[in-house]
């Protein structure tokens, strides 16, 4: 008989990623497929993606030797439905544990059961971690309601920044990228009409899509633009507040960081960490890195308690 | 051959008027769409709402009479397009002039040509009459880029305060009645697959659409609730700071208050009112009565400088 084998999933805004692993972490398979929350993309286009990811994760493995799925995802039981049909059309019929996109950014960071987690990408959440469970959270209300300081936030933000340039005079280097990016370089008759046009692009799309504006937010702080930094400073704060919300000011256990806009070097993971430093400064400040890998380990360790975390160095070679 | 008539349009976010009358005033049919703003629902939607308003209107009437026409809507040129084939296939030749939300709702209001007009229904809006023509404008940018105070503002907090309570404890009378408009009465494990359930249902609905939840704001701050009372400070701080992004210290003319938030005895209009008579204690304030009107008065207007305002008593009995 094979060797049991574990998946994890890592579903955002904007990507899907599968990972296929032994219980040793050894991967065996990965798929990436587009965004995969049912709450931003619906449940068809949903399970779409992450079917895609799966498919190509699975690719030449016997989906009868998976025995322990675990999903990490922003949502709640909704979003649960939206994606069950994908297990048994795999034929996978293994327990599939749904949990928190913050579960599994804690579990990709650390081998350490208690902690905080404190996720900025598309959409932005704080969480209590208790035993790799979640415990307190803070925001993850979507764009809609909340995510703020997330990438959608910093986006959305820069949009309004150009049009209180154009309306207000209030000057920024956003406001050309911004005109380019939304209206390309048509020219108009009146500002007013220049106005309208940018209005009417940004409603057009999908409001999340805005999240792709987050970059440009970070390259005018780092070239000084005063409205940007202070666009990262409004941003920080609410992560910090977020983070205070589930965080007590004792406590000691590490601090994930996880979401693009925290994992790299950017203005606004400089001034978090900063930030998190000077309030807690006994954590240990650690990166999510592969959300897929920390779900499979969960999910390991679901079959085998002593299962190895993904950041331990193989104990023997791969077969 | 027969008296010319006009033809008036004003569309706005949840629903479109439409008003012909000859140039005395004389109302000869009246037509009522769902929402037709382009930005808001799509060109075709927005469209067909704006077509079935104009075809209920034209009942019994030749188009051939139509010599003017005058449409009432937020938005530029890219809207404009939208709107475009509604005329022509209706045998409605005559040359149709777009102009703003904020100028037929002026023209409704009084006859005077300059003053300010402050709107607040769905969306949100201030600007200045100059020649009843539209001069300076603040906001106005739509549900996901402003549009603050206004009736989408209202109901978005609604619900963030809902989440609020159901979170962080902060009690608002707010939460019962959001909670069963959004999820019903179906019964939650736990208060988070409640919240969830919450923001997943937000979410799956156009967002416009929350501006269905401003009367429960309204109502509540009635009934004193401090939550209510703050978001309609609030809303009402929104629109007098647009108002004065507008509207000089020292100007005279009447301010025109339109939308459904501040035309009928709500405490948004009553704090509004209030503000606006201290900080323009000489201004006259008069309310938005049909916007559809006014257009076909503008329209009006342009063939006989002296049509009657739709406020005068008819000099002649209606033929």
Redesign the interface.
């Known amino acids: 008989m094979s060797d049991p084998l574990v998946i994890g999933l890592d579903v955002g805004g904007t990507s899907s990623r599968v990972v296929v692993t032994d219980l040793a972490g050894t991967r065996l398979g990965t798929g990436l497929g587009g965004g995969g929350n049912?709450?931003?993309h619906g449940a068809e286009a949903a399970a779409a993606a992450v079917g895609a990811a799966l498919d190509e994760a699975l690719t030449g493995i016997d989906p009868g030797r998976i025995r322990a799925a675990v999903i990490g995802l922003a949502?709640?039981?909704?979003?649960r439905k939206a994606l069950d049909p994908v297990w048994p059309a795999r034929g996978i019929t293994c327990p599939v544990r749904l949990v928190g996109d913050a579960e599994v950014a804690f579990a990709s960071a650390t081998a350490e059961p208690d902690g905080t987690v404190l996720i900025a990408g598309t959409g932005a959440i704080a969480a209590q971690i208790t035993g790799r469970r979640l415990g307190l959270?803070?925001d993850g209300?979507?764009?809609?309601?909340?995510d703020r300081g997330s990438g959608f936030w910093l986006g959305?933000h820069a949009?309004?920044a150009a049009?209180a340039d154009l309306?207000?005079g209030i000057e920024t280097s956003l406001t050309i990228p911004i005109r380019d990016k939304l209206v390309g370089q048509s020219v108009?008759a009146t500002r007013?009409?220049l106005?309208?046009?940018m209005?009417?692009a940004?409603?057009?799309e999908p409001?999340v899509t805005l999240s792709r504006f987050a970059p440009l937010v970070l390259d005018a702080a780092v070239a000084g633009d005063p409205v940007a930094k202070n666009l990262i400073t409004e941003a920080a704060g609410f992560l910090l507040r977020s983070t205070a919300?589930v965080r007590g000011p004792r406590e000691t256990g590490p601090i994930a960081l996880a979401g693009s806009l925290l994992t790299v070097a950017t203005p606004l993971a400089h001034r978090v960490r900063a930030e998190l430093g000077a309030r807690w400064p006994a954590a240990e400040l650690v990166s999510a890195t592969d959300g897929a890998a920390g779900a499979a380990w969960l999910a390991a360790l679901s079959l085998d308690p002593s299962a190895p975390h993904p950041s331990t160095p193989p104990s023997r070679p791969t077969p």
Chains 1, 2 share one sequence.
């Open positions: 049912p709450v931003a949502g709640g039981t909704q979003v959270i803070s209300h979507g764009w809609l309601l909340g959305l949009v309004r049009l309306e207000e108009f007013r009409a106005v309208s046009a209005i009417a940004a409603h057009a409001p919300a």
